[in-house]
Nanobody, 127 residues
């Protein structure tokens, strides 16, 4: 099973940017489609972005929630066992704990039952 650790969260003003990282350890990271999710206080965890396992694969994909499309960019570096989430033009509504998880299940917007989650990193966007 892959162990995941997020980093890069913090406090930022509206309109600012942050880049989150998700470092994986263990086997098979490069074979997994991975995703970013977030959970705001009092709300359920929601899908943010997903990325296929390998850019050279015909099955590679990038997928975003409508609320972040055009502002967030998901990427990965399999050689570094790391996935990233570049977050631009942040809004107060983006305030949440951000989690990485994988592998993604069919449908690409949830983590498989046998998958792994990181511990989360807090992102707070102020006015």
């Amino acid at each position: 099973q892959v162990r995941l650790v997020e980093s890069g969260g913090g406090l930022v003003q509206a309109g600012g940017s942050l880049r989150l990282s998700c470092k994986a350890s263990g086997r098979y990271f490069e074979d997994y489609a991975m995703g970013w999710f977030r959970q705001a206080p009092g709300k359920e965890r929601e899908f943010v972005a997903g990325i296929g396992s390998d850019e050279s694969s015909s099955y590679f994909f990038l997928e975003y929630a409508a609320s972040v499309q055009g502002r967030f960019i998901v990427s990965r570096d399999n050689a570094k066992y790391t996935m990233y989430l570049q977050m631009n033009n942040l809004e107060p509504e983006d305030t949440a704990v951000y989690f990485c998880g994988g592998p993604l299940a069919a449908g690409r917007r949830r983590v498989a039952n046998s998958g792994s989650w990181g511990q989360g990193t807090q992102v707070t966007v102020s006015l």
